[in-house]
């Protein structure tokens, strides 16, 4: 036996040897560089630590966030018809749907639930950036239908949460159609009486912003969020200007009367309880998990007090 080669070399190799380290442990911000751990970054839910930076969530993780106790339930949503043109680029349309499946574990680009945030409930749809830029298609177009029909038939108001980078291409004018049969939807609500609030988030473009993200009777956005129809390249390359700092993002939009609030991530499902509560004309909701107090009971905590603040 030679205990060199059988015992000494593998301690040595054993002790100088680099270690594999998984690639998905660690994330580095898109705005500062600062690579950030998975878990404090997901428990952040993907807010840069940093420099404060909103990266995009997905929206099982976001409405996870969203609900009580993250305690949801799935709206069914119809299945179009698959590749209706036969689209074909450098890939297959089929072929494309297949890997965007495969990245986000998801059937398509927009994902919507029903439940309750601060014991009201409601019904929310929550689109997917990674799932082919979430594009608006026709599946999108089932997908806000459905959430419209669900929250009239429900009574409860509905929220939406946008991220797109406009009209799916492969679907052609069908795409295009969805603007307004998705405009329809919004009206349904209306109609119904119910309140519909949307969340806009980094980006919301294109025909996505020409319809149903700008439709709602509160709207919110996310910081830093790029909204707009056309991009900032596009606009300076037409009229061959240099366009104002912060163009087309929340705060610039917030600053000349597009956009009701711009609120950070975190303090979001605080500020949707309070916004939803008070369009439903109810008292604002009692944080923390405690038994709502009975009805005979009077409680200062449901009378706010004259000109104060109403939120929950």
């Not at 994330?27 to 940093?50: I, P, Q, S």
């Not at 998705?182 to 109609?191: G, I, R």
């Not at 709207?219 to 240099?242: D, S, Y």
């Not at 009367?257 to 991530?265: C, F, I, K």
Request: neutral net charge; proline residues 8%; charged residues 20%.
């Amino acid at each position: 036996m030679n205990w060199i080669s059988n015992y000494v070399r593998p301690k040595i190799n054993s002790l100088f040897s680099r270690r594999e380290v998984p690639e998905n442990l660690w994330t580095k911000c898109d705005n500062c560089g600062t690579m950030l751990f998975h878990r404090e970054l997901a428990e952040n839910l993907n807010v840069c630590a940093t420099c404060d930076h909103h990266m995009q969530l997905a929206p099982r993780a976001r409405l996870t966030a969203l609900f009580d106790g993250g305690v949801f339930v799935e709206v069914p949503v119809p299945a179009p018809t698959q590749d209706p043109l036969h689209f074909r680029d450098q890939k297959r349309y089929p072929d494309r749907l297949r890997q965007a499946q495969k990245a986000t574990g998801e059937p398509e680009a927009m994902l919507v639930a029903e439940g309750e945030i601060g014991r009201t409930p409601i019904v929310a749809a929550a689109q997917d950036f990674s799932f082919m830029a979430g594009s608006m298609g026709m599946y999108v177009g089932n997908a806000i239908l459905a959430a419209a029909e669900r929250a009239v038939a429900l009574q409860r108001p509905l929220i939406l949460f946008s991220a797109a980078g406009g009209a799916r291409m492969q679907e052609g004018i069908l795409s295009l159609m969805q603007m307004p049969r998705t405009t329809v939807a919004v009206e349904m609500l209306k109609e119904a009486g119910l309140p519909y609030i949307v969340v806009l988030t980094h980006p919301t473009t294109g025909g996505v912003t020409a319809s149903y993200a700008m439709l709602g009777d509160v709207q919110i956005a996310e910081p830093g969020a790029l909204i707009c129809f056309a991009g900032p390249r596009v606009i300076e390359q037409t009229i061959r200007e240099k366009l104002p700092e912060g163009f087309q993002r929340a705060e610039y939009l917030l600053d000349h009367g597009m956009l009701d609030r711009v609120t950070h991530r975190l303090k979001l499902r605080e500020e949707l309880i309070g916004v939803t509560r008070l369009l439903l004309g109810l008292p604002p909701a009692i944080m923390g998990d405690l038994p709502a107090p009975a009805a005979e009971a009077p409680s200062a905590a449901l009378t706010p007090p004259k000109g104060g603040d109403v939120r929950g």
